[in-house]
């Protein structure tokens, strides 16, 4: 059985938003709510800015963000060390039929969507539906 991602934080905007610019919000949310996170992956759209706003957390957090790049050498599709895990979590989350569409007109209401698909998904991993 795949082990399941746990949704830790979650910030839904509108997509006029950066990701480097939704990450912040991402961090921010968080607050110092998991201090003992240690690494974030990120991918190449999140480098450079991102990366010097999370090192001036470094006070507060002993945060290390890591931004995940496809190899330049590489043509075609390429399967990025750590994308898989993002990727496989919103596969789950589109299992949902709520999720399936953008049905919702607020962001509240979107994250209210997925945040209750994920306990769904962990309590069907809890109580393993398909063993009985």
């Known amino acids: 059985m795949d082990t399941l991602g746990l ?11 950066q990701d480097r610019d939704g990450a912040k919000r991402v961090f921010e949310s968080m607050g110092g709510a998991f201090a003992r996170l240690r690494r974030v992956w990120a991918d190449g759209g999140c ?22 790049l496809r190899r330049d050498d590489a043509a075609g ?14 596969g789950w989350l589109g299992n949902s039929r709520r999720l399936s569409k953008d049905y919702e007109f ?27």
Do not use: Y
């Not at 209750?116 to 398909?130: P, Y």
């Open 7 to 17: 949704v830790t934080a979650l910030v839904v905007h509108s997509a006029a938003v």
């Open 77 to 90: 599709f390429q399967v990025i060390r750590k994308r898989r895990i993002v990727e496989r979590t919103f």
């Open 106 to 132: 607020l962001p509240e209401n979107s994250a209210a969507m997925i945040r209750l698909s994920m306990i769904h998904l962990m309590l069907d991993r809890l109580c393993d539906r398909r063993a009985s």
């Open 47 to 68: 480098a450079g800015q991102l990366v010097f706003w999370v090192n001036a957390l470094k006070g507060t957090w002993k945060l290390v963000l890591e931004i995940v």
